[in-house]
């Protein structure tokens, strides 16, 4: 794995601390996270956010646990770090910061005053909620710590104000229980209870959100640390008392050498793929229903589409082919009327996705051939069957096969069916009703997919062959647009117009959508060099391909700024680093040149979400990374396309 680190220059920059995040996960969709130089510049940031009901039904718990030291002499020095308002921080704990690093996936920093040297690390507990916080003396002393636990209990998504009740505490043998949710337990406990107005959220700020909050100072852990090597471990958790983890120098321990097994399970080839790798297996959780993957951190939930995209690389490359095994099986029990249910982070299940259920054929043929799962096959194929079936009949949302040419067209009032969902006031910015590209390069693949399976076991695939026959011929006729590339979607209704009235064009914006008609295993299309080389030229970034090309009508190159500017911009020049994968895919097709179309991403490991890959960028340059600072299909097929 890539050691990430970081000396003075950078941690003792607020704003350069404050731009990069590290993240521990608790493998049920809870997580601890905050930034390098300790400013929480987020509502999500926190030491123990736990998953509810659903994974995106987080609730915050224990925020922090602010060090201060009493050196020999009497000083007391506070290490932690607060933003009380825009440029306003009190403590600067962070200028004595010497330095921060991520090894083996876990946060470690190193405070030094003067002769002292206090070392932190945090960990989770793998599959149950529960975090642990131990502080090392490393040199100088005897000195004093103190931890001063800062709590609230709320939705992780908004804030929480002294205006309202403060947090119900219950005194404990070790330290409290607050609001009959969770445990903080350490030695030498003094209670306290007093609210911290004010707190600033200055990411919340530049997102258009609520941007403060009030926090309530439970009270404080401390220990006399004699020599170099005694330590003050704290945990926090949400079971009952009696389930308390292990001693918090164990927790540390045992997740290190978890996350060692994670990786030499995926084999990498090298450095960053072992990053990679570890980085996945944030994503991978254990829910009530079976195994499933959390979109994105801090906000996102479970979606379908997400995690069919990113199936391959989470899964497949990873050694966890038994666990993607039993996904499958539990994704495939929602299909309902040929659909795919895409789990939202409302907590409801819904069917609103064009391409979810045809990603879905292709992660399973995926599965069954690299992991040559004949019996997955077998169970499966009825299922795949239906979603033939129904989409040759016709579904939800004007989803259905058009008769005349066998290519899927989709569209409805107000929805926004294609990857490209962002909607404004309900109304979707790109809503491409027709037939889009990607969305025909997917059901072309997913037909052959699905005879290929039925034919893997001596099955019958008549009319998964016919239609993908048809299917073919139409998109080598249809999709090939004047300008050298293809259309991004034929047969679109006229923008003036509604679905099925007026007039019909074809739309040859410039988009990445493209790629997947020559990338995806049974793509439709032979890879076209010329093509590739001037979607290169205007689409692609260190970090991934625009959603747009520069230039072009509704082009936005800055994904900043309140949410209905942020998602007009978010598929129309914003950039994802998830098509890499097709990208680096369609290249290899071509026998092009790829020169070092990974710099980029190499070096974004260390930038934004450390050790992780960004859900999107600034479509301009610099090429700022935006969005979630972990995400799981930009990790997923970024992990897959550089591993082969």
Not at 175 to 204: C, D, K, M, N, S
Not at 369 to 387: I, N
Not at 415 to 427: G, I, N
């Amino acid at each position: 794995m890539i050691d990430i680190r970081f000396g003075p220059q950078v941690c003792g920059d607020a704003d350069a601390a404050a731009a990069r995040e590290w993240l521990v996960t608790d493998g049920l969709g809870g997580y601890a996270m905050g930034t390098v130089g300790g400013l929480r510049t987020r509502r999500y940031h926190g030491l123990l956010i736990a998953a509810g009901e659903t994974p995106a039904a987080r609730h915050l718990g224990l925020v922090s646990l602010d060090p201060a030291v009493t050196l020999p002499g009497g000083a007391r020095v506070r290490l932690g770090a607060h933003e009380w308002a825009p440029g306003t921080i009190d403590p600067r704990g962070f200028e004595l910061l010497e330095r921060f690093d991520l090894t083996d996936g876990l946060p470690r920093w190193r405070w030094r005053i003067g002769d002292v040297v206090i070392e932190r690390e945090i960990a989770m507990t793998h599959g149950r909620c529960a975090v642990a916080v131990v502080h090392r003396l490393l040199a100088g002393g005897p000195v004093r710590l103190e931890l001063s636990a800062v709590c609230t209990w709320r939705d992780a998504h908004g804030e929480r104000g002294s205006g309202g009740v403060a947090p119900a505490m219950w005194p404990a043998a070790d330290g409290v229980v607050v609001e009959e949710a969770f445990r903080i337990a350490g030695p030498g406990w003094e209670p306290a209870g007093q609210w911290w107005l004010g707190a600033y959220h200055r990411e919340e700020a530049a997102r258009g959100l609520a941007a403060s909050e009030d926090l309530w100072h439970a009270g404080s852990f401390a220990a006399a640390l004699e020599r170099p090597g005694d330590v003050l471990g704290v945990r926090a958790w949400t079971e009952a008392p009696a389930q308390a983890p292990p001693p918090a120098e164990e927790v540390v321990r045992t997740a290190r050498d978890r996350h060692r097994a994670v990786v030499a399970a995926a084999r990498p080839a090298d450095e960053v793929q072992a990053s990679l790798a570890l980085a996945a297996d944030a994503f991978v959780i254990d829910t009530p229903r079976g195994p499933d993957v959390v979109a994105g951190y801090p906000w996102f939930g479970c979606w379908s589409r997400d995690t069919m995209i990113a199936y391959e690389g989470l899964f497949l490359a990873t050694g966890r082919a038994a666990r993607g095994r039993e996904l499958l099986r539990g994704y495939a029990a929602t299909l309902s009327e040929g659909m795919l249910a895409n789990t939202a982070d409302t907590g409801r299940v819904e069917y609103n996705t064009v391409d979810a259920t045809l990603w879905f054929l292709h992660a399973v043929a995926r599965h069954v051939q690299v992991a040559a799962d004949d019996d997955l096959a077998a169970e499966l194929l009825p299922a795949l069957r239906t979603v033939v079936d129904a989409h040759l009949r016709g579904t939800r949302y004007g989803i259905g096969v058009d008769p005349a040419d066998g290519l899927l067209t989709q569209g409805a009032p107000g929805a926004a069916l294609t990857w490209m969902d962002a909607r404004v006031d309900e109304v979707p910015v790109t809503p491409r009703a027709g037939k889009a590209v990607e969305v025909n390069a997917l059901w072309v693949n997913g037909l052959a997919a699905v005879a290929g399976v039925a034919e893997r076991i001596g099955a019958q695939a008549t009319t998964a062959r016919a239609a993908h026959g048809k299917a073919v011929a139409s998109f080598r006729r249809r999709f090939p647009a004047p300008a050298g590339w293809l259309h991004d979607v034929v047969d679109a209704p006229a923008p003036a117009y509604p679905r099925g009235a007026g007039p019909r064009h074809d739309d040859d914006q410039l988009r990445p959508n493209q790629l997947l008609a020559w990338s995806l295993p049974y793509a439709p299309m032979t890879a076209d060099a010329q093509a590739l080389r001037m979607i290169g030229a205007r689409l692609l970034t260190p970090l991934g391909l625009r959603t747009l090309a520069p230039g072009l009508p509704g082009y936005a190159g800055s994904h900043r700024g309140g949410p209905a500017q942020r998602d007009r911009a978010y598929h129309q020049g914003t950039v994802w680093p998830w098509l890499l994968g097709p990208w680096v895919d369609a290249h290899r097709r071509a026998d092009l040149p790829m020169m070092d179309v990974f710099a980029g991403i190499d070096s974004h490991l260390g930038e934004f979400g450390l050790g992780s890959v960004s859900e999107t960028a600034d479509g301009s340059a610099p090429h700022l990374a935006t969005g979630c600072p972990f995400q799981a299909w930009s990790v997923g097929e970024v992990l897959r396309a550089r591993g082969k």
